[in-house]
C-alpha cells in the first residue's frame, strides 16, 4: 500500500540552540547528558519512519519518551529542529503559515488530545462543530454532522452542556468527537481513550476500529498502553528517550522484541504465555470432509464467506487447509467434467497447535509462513477442536482475558459442528 | 542657590505651542470629536424623561446584576433626581462614556497587539508602570496644556487615565488562555483573526471585562477630579461644595458619585460572570 506519511530523520530540541545539541548527540551524547551540559531537552531524535494509507500506526512509549512530541512535530504543532516529513508527497517543513493552514486543514485537523483541549466558553455541540466552523460550513450542515459524531461517542443529552459541567472522561470524549467531525484523512489520536473508564474504553476502542473499516482514515495513535496498542495498532512503533527502538506489527514485537526494553515492555503482557491456544480457539465455523467433491467444499466455502476450510475425516482427524482460490480455479479449469475429483495437491498443512500452546507461541506461527488462513488447534491424536484466527489471539491479548474466568471457559469446549457425525465421540474415545 | 535657574518652564511653553500650531488640525479634530459625543449622550440621555431613563438604567441592572442590585439603583437614581442633581448626574455619565468609548477603541487593539508581541508588551509595559504610578492629579496638567480648560481636557485626562488597566488586563487576559486551546486552534487550521475572536478573545473575556470594570472605576474617580478644570458634573458641584464650605450640597454631590460609581461597578461586574448565572 502507498505510503501517505513519510517521516526523515526527524528531530527537536526544546532550547535555544537545537543544532547544538543535535551535534552533541550525533557525538553519542545522551538525553541526559544535554540536559545537563546545555540545558536543552530533547524530544525526539533522529527518527524516520513512514506510515501506509488507512493504517492505524501506533506511537507507544513510557511517559517522557517523545510520543507525543513526534505527533505534534506531524502536523507542526511544534517545528522541527531538522528532518523531513513528507505527506502525499508535500515536504510539510517547508511550507509557509498560510500553506501550512490550509494544508491542516485538508489533511490533519482530526486531532484529539491528551489534555482534551476543550474550549471551555461552548458547549459541548459548539466545541465539537468546531473545526467545521473554521472552515466556514454552513450551521445546519455542521450542527447535523455534528450531532451524528456527537451520538457515537456516547454524548448524547449533553449538547447543550458547558464543558466545566463534565467529567474528564467526558471531556475526552467531546474532544474525540471535535476530531472526528471533520472529515480529515489523517488523524492524530494522543491518548485519545486514556481517561475513559474501561467499558467506555473497549467500546470506543471497538467503535473506532470499526469506523476505520468504513471510513479508511490513516491514524497516528499515541498510547502507553500496549494492550491498547495491540488491540488497535496494524503497526507499532515503541519509542525510548526520543528515539522508536522498534517498529512492527503486535506479532512481531512480542515474538521478536529488538532489545531488552522492548522485552520488557511486553512481558508485562505475560498473558502471552499464561494463556493456551485452548483459551483462545474458537469452533471451527465449517469444515470439510476428506469425501467432500471439490465442489461442495466450495460451496461450504461460499456459503460461509471463508477464505479458505479446514478438511478433517469424519472422526475429525485434521487432513489439511484447502484455500478457496486455489479451489476455485481447480473446479474453473475441470468445467466441463461432469464429476471431478478432490486433487490431493489442493490440500496445504495447516498451522497447527495444541490446546495447552502458549499463546506466545501461537503468535510466533503467525510472524512466520503461516499469515494465512487460521491455526488449527488439535488434541494429540490430530483431532480439531478448533481454529485460532487473528482477531481473536490480538483481542485475546489485548482485553483482560482472564482464562480462570467462568465465562471464557466455554471457550475451550468447541460446540459440536452440525456435520459431525454422531459415532465421532465413540471413536474419540477408543 | 544657583546663580542660573533652568528655563524649564520656558521649553515646555515652546514645545506645547510647536505642538500645537503643528498638529492643529489633530488637536481640533479630537477636540471636536469629544464634544460631539459627550453633547450627543448628554443631549440623547436629558431628552428623555427622567423616570424613563431611570427605568432604563434599573432594568439594564437588573439583567446584568440581578433583582437586588436593581433595586439599589433605582433607589439611588430617584434620590439623585429629587435632590436636583439630575443633570450633573446625566452629564457626568456622558463624560465617563466618552472617555470609556475612547479607551476601548484605543486600549482593546492596544491589549490585544501587546498580548501577540513581546516587542510590543515590552515598550508599553513601563509606559504602563508609569502612567499608573502617577497621581490622577498630574493627569490634568498635559490635559489642560494641549486643551485648555473645559469639558474637552476633563476628557482627555480621563481616556489617558482610565487606560491603562483595560490594555494591562487585555494583554494579561489573552496571554493567560491555556497554550493547548490555541494550539487546538492552530492544529484545526484557524486563522489568526479566527484564532482571537473564537478562541483568545472569549477564553479572556472574564480577565478583559475585569480591566474594563476597573477602567470605568477610574475613569469615573477622574472625571469628578476633573471638575477642577472646568469639566462640569458632579465634580462641579462637589468642588463647588467644598470652596464655599457648603457641607450639605458637597455631601449630596458626593452621595450621587458613590450612587453612580455603584450602579456602573455593578453593571461591569456583571459582564463577566452572566453567563454562568444564566446557565446554572
Ligand atoms: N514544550 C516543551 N518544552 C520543553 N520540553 C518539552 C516540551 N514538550 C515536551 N518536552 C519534553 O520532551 C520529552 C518528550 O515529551 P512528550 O510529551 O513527547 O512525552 P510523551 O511520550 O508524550 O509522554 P506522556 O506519555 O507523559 O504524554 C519530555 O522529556 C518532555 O519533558
Ligand atoms: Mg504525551
Redesign the pocket.
Given at each position: 500500500m502507498e505510503d501517505k506519511i513519510v517521516v526523515k530523520n526527524l528531530s527537536?530540541v526544546?532550547?535555544k540552540n537545537p543544532d547544538k545539541a543535535l551535534k552533541a548527540l550525533k557525538e553519542g551524547k545522551s538525553?541526559e547528558d544535554i540536559?545537563r551540559d546545555q540545558k536543552q531537552?530533547?524530544?525526539?531524535y533522529d527518527v524516520s519512519f513512514s506510515v501506509k494509507k488507512s493504517e492505524i500506526f501506533v506511537?507507544m512509549?513510557?511517559?517522557?519518551?517523545?510520543?507525543?512530541?513526534?505527533?505534534?512535530l506531524i502536523n507542526r504543532l511544534?517545528e522541527p529542529s531538522s528532518g523531513e516529513i513528507i505527506v502525499e508527497g508535500t515536504d510539510i517543513t517547508k511550507l509557509d503559515s498560510k500553506d501550512l493552514r490550509n494544508f491542516r486543514r485538508k489533511h490533519f485537523c482530526g486531532m484529539v488530545f491528551?489534555n482534551f483541549a476543550v474550549l471551555p466558553h461552548r458547549t459541548v455541540l459548539e466545541n465539537v462543530e468546531f473545526g467545521l466552523e473554521l472552515q466556514g460550513v454552513d450551521k445546519d450542515k455542521r450542527r447535523e454532522k455534528s450531532r451524528e459524531i456527537i451520538k457515537i461517542v456516547g454524548l448524547e443529552g449533553n449538547e447543550n452542556s458547558m464543558p466545566s459541567e463534565l467529567s474528564g472522561g467526558m471531556l475526552q470524549r467531546v474532544g474525540l468527537a471535535r476530531g472526528l467531525t471533520v472529515d480529515a484523512d489523517i488523524m492524530l489520536m494522543?491518548?485519545a481513550f486514556s481517561a475513559l473508564d474501561p467499558l467506555i474504553r473497549t467500546q470506543m476502542q471497538n467503535e473506532l476500529l470499526e469506523l476505520q473499516d468504513r471510513m479508511q482514515k490513516t491514524i497516528i495513535f499515541?498510547t502507553?498502553d500496549l494492550d491498547e496498542a495491540f488491540k488497535l495498532g496494524n503497526r507499532i512503533a515503541i519509542?525510548y528517550d526520543?528515539r522508536i527502538v522498534q517498529i512492527g506489527t503486535a506479532e512481531e514485537i512480542i515474538s521478536r522484541p529488538a532489545n531488552d526494553y522492548v522485552k520488557a515492555f511486553v512481558e508485562d503482557m505475560n498473558r502471552s504465555t499464561v494463556l493456551t491456544a485452548g483459551t483462545v480457539m474458537h469452533p471451527p465455523q465449517e469444515t470439510a470432509f476428506t469425501r467432500d467433491g471439490p465442489r461442495t467444499i466450495a460451496r461450504k466455502i461460499r456459503k460461509n464467506a471463508l477464505t479458505g476450510i479446514l478438511v478433517i475425516t469424519t472422526k475429525r482427524e485434521l487432513r489439511g487447509y484447502v484455500r478457496a482460490k486455489e479451489l476455485a480455479e481447480y473446479i474453473k479449469k475441470n468445467e466441463d467434467k461432469e464429476d471431478i475429483s478432490f486433487d490431493k495437491s489442493l490440500l496445504h498443512k495447516p498451522a497447527q497447535v495444541y490446546e495447552d500452546t502458549p499463546l506466545n507461541e501461537v503468535i510466533n506461527l503467525y510472524s512466520g509462513d503461516h499469515k494465512f488462513g487460521p491455526i488449527a488447534v488439535t488434541d494429540k491424536d490430530n483431532k480439531l477442536k478448533g481454529v485460532i484466527v487473528r482477531g481473536a489471539l490480538i483481542a485475546a491479548l489485548s482485553e483482560s482475558y482472564r482464562p480462570d474466568f467462568p465465562e471464557n471457559a466455554e471457550n475451550t469446549e468447541p460446540a459440536e459442528s452440525p456435520e459431525t457425525p454422531e459415532g465421532s465421540e465413540n471413536t474419540n474415545t477408543k | 542657590m544657583f546663580p542660573y535657574r533652568i528655563p524649564l518652564r520656558d521649553w515646555i511653553t515652546a514645545a506645547v505651542e510647536y505642538l500645537e500650531t503643528e498638529f492643529a488640525f489633530f488637536f481640533d479634530g479630537f477636540s471636536a470629536l469629544i464634544f460631539f459625543l459627550v453633547n450627543n449622550f448628554k443631549d440623547g440621555m436629558l431628552f428623555l424623561h427622567p423616570l424613563v431613563l431611570i427605568i432604563i438604567i434599573t432594568a439594564i441592572t437588573w439583567y446584568m446584576a440581578g433583582w437586588k442590585n436593581s433595586i439599589i439603583a433605582f433607589l439611588g437614581l430617584l434620590l439623585s433626581e429629587n435632590i436636583g442633581l439630575w443633570e450633573p448626574f446625566v452629564e457626568t455619565l456622558a463624560l465617563v462614556l466618552t472617555a470609556e468609548l475612547l479607551v476601548v477603541i484605543l486600549g482593546l487593539p492596544l491589549g490585544i497587539w501587546a498580548a501577540r508581541s513581546d516587542r510590543v508588551n515590552e515598550v508599553l509595559r513601563p509606559i504602563l508602570d508609569f502612567m499608573q504610578t502617577m497621581p490622577a492629579f498630574v493627569y490634568l496638567i498635559p490635559a489642560v496644556m494641549f486643551f485648555g480648560l473645559g469639558l474637552v481636557p476633563g476628557v482627555v485626562a480621563t481616556f489617558v487615565f482610565a487606560l491603562p488597566p483595560l490594555i494591562r488586563l487585555t494583554n494579561l487576559g489573552i496571554r493567560q488562555v491555556p497554550h493547548e486551546l490555541v494550539e487546538a486552534a492552530d492544529a484545526f487550521g484557524a486563522t489568526s483573526m479566527q484564532k482571537l475572536l473564537k478562541v483568545q478573545m472569549p477564553v479572556a473575556k472574564a480577565t478583559i471585562l475585569a480591566g474594563l470594570n476597573q477602567s470605568i472605576m477610574l475613569g469615573l474617580s477622574m472625571v469628578v477630579i476633573a471638575a477642577m478644570i472646568g469639566a462640569g458634573g458632579l465634580g462641579a458641584d462637589v468642588l463647588r461644595g467644598i470652596q464655599r464650605l457648603q457641607v450639605g450640597q458637597g455631601f449630596e454631590a458626593g452621595l450621587v458619585v458613590v450612587i453612580l460609581a455603584i450602579i456602573l461597578d455593578r453593571i461591569t461586574a456583571g459582564f463577566g460572570s452572566r453567563k454562568k448565572a444564566n446557565s446554572a
Open positions: 527537536k526544546f532550547g538525553k540536559l531537552m530533547v524530544g525526539v506511537l512509549g513510557l511517559s517522557g519518551s517523545g510520543k507525543s512530541t513526534l505527533q505534534r511544534h491528551q494522543d491518548e499515541v502507553h519509542m526520543g | -
